[in-house]
């Protein structure tokens, strides 16, 4: 596969997942950054690498998808540090109006670790 098909397929795989699931205020914010887009490109190198020796790069979708989505928390998360106002061109998750709570702990905890 190239690396125009498998962002192909790691885009699909990601519009296919549900955010349904409970607590709603940690997903929902999951979704919508998810949804603003980039490059993709942690996943599209591992998949990419992992196709040099197997023919099925679909068999690690998940465990891609999973690095592309924390990668995404960071972002996030910076956003949260930062107060920032915009992220691709759209509202940060906290401009947005949606729910940081569940992200709380963990910026309290990187807070004061980094204060020294």
């Known amino acids: 596969m190239n690396h ?5 397929m790691v885009e699909d795989f990601l519009k296919s997942l549900k955010y349904d699931r409970k607590p709603h205020s940690l997903y929902e ?3 919508y950054v998810l949804a603003l ?3 993709r490109i942690r996943p599209v190198l591992m998949l990419m ?3 040099l020796f197997k023919d099925d790069p679909k068999s690690i979708l998940m465990p891609a998808v999973a690095l592309e989505t924390y990668h ?3 972002l996030l998360h910076d956003d949260l540090m930062d107060n920032a106002d915009m992220r691709r061109g759209k509202q940060t998750v906290h401009k947005n109006g949606m729910p940081t709570r569940p992200f709380s702990p963990v910026i309290l905890c990187w807070s004061w670790h980094t204060r020294g």
Do not use: D
């Open 37 to 39: 887009g980039g490059k």
């Open 29 to 31: 914010p999951i979704e």
């Open 49 to 51: 690498a992992y196709n």
């Open 4 to 8: 125009e098909e498998i962002l192909r």
């Open 72 to 74: 995404n928390y960071t």
